[in-house]
């Protein structure tokens, strides 16, 4: 925003300040004094490289010493003082000594002396309160500053004016800085203050404008982040509801099954009242393989034509012993078996005993068709009892695989016979096994699940 005012000496002042200004290569900052509240900007001419240029004079006297001066260093000092005319000219020297008589490098040095003292004095002119809004920045009527006329007091700065607040009040201001202006270098000196103090003017309401569009930048998104924090705090409480209720609900549920268990249970004891025989407490919990299906069901299950050996070989694959085998093989005390699981024993052969009044019920029952079905207790179909055992003593047994018990080696046939004999003591043994057998887990490697429904996998 600084200008520089630079250029040959005119008969006019204005002429001067129009003059157009040299490339920013060559522009330096100049002051008035270190008491100024503000820095000067202007455009010194180069010596040439014979150090014979002609300098910008303020004043007949200046020029006069520039021109009468032969020596290199005196050259520089001159053109020192004209730019600085309001310094000492041994602190000049001393300062044109300490670069080296390195022109640029001494003019730089002083340039940013001034520099540094005018942004200290600028404070007291260009200010900003706590709260954000601009004030008003006052100044002389008589000048911003005159440092060469008996008016040209620094702080002489009245607080009845303010700074313009427009383009026209900038000029007019100008102008009458320049009416007042003594000399040349009078002239130069006011307009940069003019000028520094304008573009920090710019500078202080820029900011000022800035500041109070992010204050209120800050007060919208601080509205639009409670709005927003609300609304999240709502869909917590949405979510936690909905878990609340999901959990409740996962509660129920299993509230519910455990009831379905429980009149399932009761379902199987009022049927076991109904016909019979043991009761027992069923645990729940089991696991049971993912998979179902016959082919893995007859794998497993001896056939109803296996004769002992094989029965007792079937159930200790699965951990179970020949006693379970016998005390749960009584479970054919209620059922029925279609005519194509016993046709061998239709024809009397490799079944043991056979009772012939019996063989020919069963003859006449299967005439018709293999898919007939027959009942494996005719005497109690509907019973559970221990009168299973006591068919098979009389060669009733309708399974092949169930009469070969009688005549099975070691405990085997033992049992059947205690079994006839005592029907508490097959249905201890009956529970036991059932509780056993209940305790088997799946196949290696197949995993398991406890099934929400006996009958199918989930």
Same mark, same amino acid.
């Given at each position: ?317 699965? @951990? $179970?012993? =020949?006693? %379970?085998? #016998?005390? /749960?093989? +009584? &479970?054919?005390?209620? *059922? ?60 009733? @047994? $309708?399974? =092949?695989? %169930?009469? #070969?018990? /009688?005549? +099975? &080696?070691?405990?085997? *046939? ?45």
């Amino acid at each position: 925003m600084s200008a520089l005012v630079c250029g040959k000496r005119s008969s006019s002042v204005f002429e001067e300040l129009l003059h157009t200004p040299p490339p920013a290569s060559k522009r330096v900052r100049c002051s008035a004094g270190a008491s100024s509240p503000t820095a000067s900007l202007l455009s010194p001419p180069r010596p040439s490289a014979s150090g014979s240029q002609a300098f910008d004079r303020s004043d007949d006297d200046n020029n006069n010493d520039s021109l009468l001066s032969g020596n290199f260093n005196s050259v520089h000092l001159a053109h020192l003082r004209s730019l600085f005319p309001d310094m000492d000219p041994q602190f000049l020297e001393r300062a044109l000594e300490a670069s080296g008589n390195d022109l640029d490098s001494a003019i730089k040095s002083l340039n940013d002396l001034h520099l540094e003292s005018a942004d200290i004095n600028l404070d007291s002119v260009v200010s900003k309160p706590e709260n954000g809004s601009e004030t008003n920045v006052h100044i002389s009527t008589e000048g911003i500053m005159n440092n060469s006329g008996p008016d040209g007091d620094a702080e002489n700065v009245h607080g009845a004016e303010s700074f313009p607040t427009c383009g026209s009040e900038w000029v007019e201001l100008f102008v009458r800085e320049m009416m007042n202006a003594t000399d040349m270098d009078d002239a130069r000196a006011r307009t940069s203050r003019v000028l520094e103090v304008l573009e920090k003017s710019i500078v202080s309401r820029a900011g000022a404008e800035a500041m109070q569009r992010f204050h209120k930048e800050n007060m919208m998104l601080k509205e639009q982040v409670e709005v927003l924090l609300g609304e999240n705090a709502i869909l917590k409480r949405a979510v936690a509801i909905q878990h609340e209720c999901q959990k409740e609900y996962d509660e129920r549920s299993q509230e519910l099954q455990h009831l379905k268990q429980l009149v399932s249970q009761y379902q199987e004891q009022l049927r076991t009242l109904e016909s019979g025989g043991p009761t027992w407490e069923v645990e729940v919990g089991r696991k049971d393989s993912l998979t179902a299906g016959r082919s893995i069901a007859n794998a497993t299950i001896p056939a109803p034509t296996s004769d002992v050996a094989t029965l007792v070989q079937k159930f200790r694959n699965l @951990g $179970l012993s =020949p006693k %379970d085998m #016998v005390a /749960l093989s +009584g &479970a054919h005390t209620i *059922g029925k078996a279609r005519c194509s699981s016993f046709n061998s024993r239709l024809g009397g052969g490799n079944s043991g005993n056979v009772d012939l009044e019996f063989l020919q019920s069963l003859q006449q029952l299967c005439s018709e068709s293999n898919g007939t079905l027959a009942h494996l207790d005719l005497a109690t179909p509907a019973t559970f009892d221990n009168q299973y055992y006591i068919n098979l003593l009389s060669g009733e @047994g $309708l399974l =092949p695989s %169930d009469q #070969v018990l /009688l005549n +099975g &080696a070691g405990e085997v *046939g033992s049992l059947v016979q205690a079994y006839a004999m005592d029907p508490l003591l097959f249905f201890e043994d009956f529970k036991a096994s059932m509780l056993r057998m209940g305790r088997l887990a799946p196949p290696a490697g197949s995993g398991g699940e406890v099934r929400t429904s006996c009958r199918a996998i989930n």
